[in-house]
């Protein structure tokens, strides 16, 4: 098929969900970089929102699928599978989870994740169900989580939403104290809101939602789907805050872009869940598991977690640069590869402006451009981005 016909087998089938799709076709990538279908060469610093931690067409990552395809890719988890049984131990040993649960998108992650915590005052015979969340959140598509997402415009189409969640202001621990009734049993947050804006969580909030937590019984389910597996420049977000969830939730960097995600728990949450009360059919199959333990592993391994850390604050400086060489830009925030450029301008149109100079990123608001490269980025593909972003900004100056 040529781009055209491309293009328009979109306008005519696909559902009208995505109006806004940048006018190119993408073909092929290797490592940061990725080609257009015309052959047209882009910097990818959105990394397919935050996915792609290992770049593209990694060669050990796409050797282990290779040879996972011609053994078996699925089964099911009425027997045992081993790339399962490594990638558990990976996760448990390297993070607070005690045990995990596999799924195939971050929304289904924050589902069972929703369950488990409900399951959990079930078998303590306590009537609490009510999750409480942050306006500006994101947890994903599916009614409960777009429930638990505190923004109307992903909700007010699709009333009535699942019962038993609040919304309430971020960083802001005032208001969450005032919403924690005798119903409530959880608190579900990021310690970074991605989609919500790049807002990053404050010391003082995040652990505080843990004492908050401590003090009424009730569980801290941290939505990781975005800040984990090395994107803030720590393996997990919560490590920045030296606090542990009873829950959280992985997805899009743990399949390095094969759809898995994870929920994981302390053994006494987990300990809730009964033979029968979850399951997935996908969830964990041999391909997916290969899949996450192969990123896992690599990024471990090659130390691309403290990698993100040091060249993470690299591009903040760097940023920070333009903040003062512009008046119409005015601010970094984030951590790691999970950085947001405030700017005075239309951010949208931007996006589509470095897409012509060779540059992937995307907006998170009218005024906010979002970088979260693959984990492997140098300081010189940096400097590139940087002058791409000088060169936009110096036309407007
Ligand atoms: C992307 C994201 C989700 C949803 O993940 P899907 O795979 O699209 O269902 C949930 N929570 C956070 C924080 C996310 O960034």
């Known amino acids: 098929m040529n781009k055209e016909e491309i293009i328009k087998s979109n306008e005519d089938h696909f559902m009208t969900v995505f109006s806004g799709r940048l006018p190119i076709v993408v073909d092929r990538g290797q490592g940061v970089k990725v080609w257009d279908s015309e052959g047209n060469e882009y910097l990818d610093f959105l990394a397919g929102i935050a996915v792609n931690a290992l770049g593209h067409s990694h060669p050990e990552f796409n050797q282990a699928l290779k040879e996972q395809i011609d053994k078996v890719i699925h089964c099911t988890n009425i027997y045992y599978i081993e790339a399962q049984a490594k990638l558990n131990k990976l996760l448990v040993e390297n993070s607070v989870g005690d045990r995990v649960f596999y799924g195939n998108s971050g929304a289904e992650a924050n589902e069972g994740a929703i369950k488990l915590a409900r399951k959990y005052f079930k078998v303590r015979d306590e009537e609490r169900y ?37 919304n309430v202001p971020y960083n802001d621990l005032k208001s969450l104290k005032e919403a924690v009734s005798d119903k409530t049993a959880a608190i579900m947050i990021e310690v970074i809101q991605g989609e919500g804006g790049v807002n990053v969580g404050t010391q003082e909030y995040i652990q505080g939602v843990r004492k908050l937590c401590d003090e009424e019984g009730i569980l801290l389910i941290l939505d990781e789907i975005q800040t984990g597996i090395g994107r803030t420049g720590e393996l997990f977000g919560y490590q920045h805050y030296g606090i542990e969830p009873d829950i959280f939730t992985l997805a899009k960097a743990l399949g390095n872009g094969f759809p898995v995600s994870a929920f994981l728990a302390k053994e006494e949450v987990a300990a809730a869940f009964e033979a029968g009360d ?29 990698h993100t850390a040091e060249i993470g604050r690299y591009f903040q400086e760097r940023l920070n640069e333009l903040v003062e060489e512009y008046e119409f830009v005015d601010s970094v925030r984030g951590k790691g590869f ?18 012509e100079k060779g540059l992937l990123i995307n907006a998170v608001s009218e005024t906010t451009l979002r970088f979260l ?9 940096i400097d590139e981005v940087i002058s791409i972003l000088r060169e936009i900004f110096v036309e407007k100056s």
């Open 338 to 355: 999970m950085l947001g450029l405030e700017v005075d301008l239309d951010a949208k149109a931007l996006v589509g402006e470095a897409l």
């Open 373 to 381: 490269p693959p984990l492997i980025v140098t300081e010189e593909d």
């Open 130 to 166: 009510e999750i409480i969340t942050t306006t500006e959140s994101f947890h994903g598509r599916t009614l409960a989580t777009i429930a638990a997402t505190g923004q109307k415009k992903y909700q007010q189409s699709f009333t009535p939403l699942p019962e038993g969640f609040k």
């Open 278 to 306: 979850h399951g997935s059919t996908y969830g964990g199959n041999p391909l997916a598991c290969v899949a996450a333990y192969t990123t896992l592993n690599i990024i471990l391994r090659e130390g691309l977690v403290e």
